[in-house]
């Protein structure tokens, strides 16, 4: 598991062009490249250039410059590559399926009638606690 500077982080490398990989997206702060093993066509990932391992360790600031680029790329897979759809997905910590240790946003375009698996997976894990469970969480939970 590659969780530091320390050890070999592929996405660092990426960004210090040692690793190959296809730019879609560059400013000073940001990197956005093809997915290696693409969900579709165009799935995107888009990372700070510095190294931060997850939703815990990013700046705020940082997370903030991540979405105003999401924004732009979703919105450029739907205009030049017909897409009429577009999920964002993170994952902090291996139990959510982390599996590069350097922040990441996936944008992996979609298109109505095609799937590309983790909806229904997703969905077949919905559970349906009551209201009383709900409010009890909230209430744990509230900010
Ligand atoms: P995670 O599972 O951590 O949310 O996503 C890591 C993603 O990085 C995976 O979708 C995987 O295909 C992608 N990936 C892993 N190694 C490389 C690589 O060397 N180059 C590129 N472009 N993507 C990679
Ligand atoms: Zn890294």
């Not at 530091?4 to 490398?13: G, N, R, W």
């Not at 997915?35 to 939703?55: E, F, R």
């Not at 375009?109 to 077949?124: L, M, V």
Request: glycine share 6%.
């Amino acid at each position: 598991m590659v969780s530091s500077l320390e050890e070999k982080c592929i996405f660092c490398e990426i960004v210090k062009r040692e690793e190959k990989a296809s730019i879609v997206y560059e400013d000073d702060d940001i990197l956005a490249f093809l997915d290696i093993s693409p969900l579709a066509k165009g799935h995107t990932l888009i990372i700070p250039k510095k190294h931060y391992v997850d939703i815990t360790d990013i700046p705020p600031e940082m997370l903030s410059k991540i979405s105003l680029v999401s924004k732009k790329l979703g919105e450029n897979l739907i205009n030049k590559l017909g897409y009429d759809g577009v999920n964002l997905m993170h994952s902090t910590g291996a139990s959510a399926g982390q599996s590069v240790f350097h922040f990441h946003v996936h944008l992996i375009p979609r298109i109505s009638g095609e799937s590309i698996g983790f909806q229904e997976w997703w969905f077949s894990r919905a559970f349906h606690p009551s209201r009383k469970d709900l409010d009890k969480t909230a209430n744990d939970l509230k900010l």
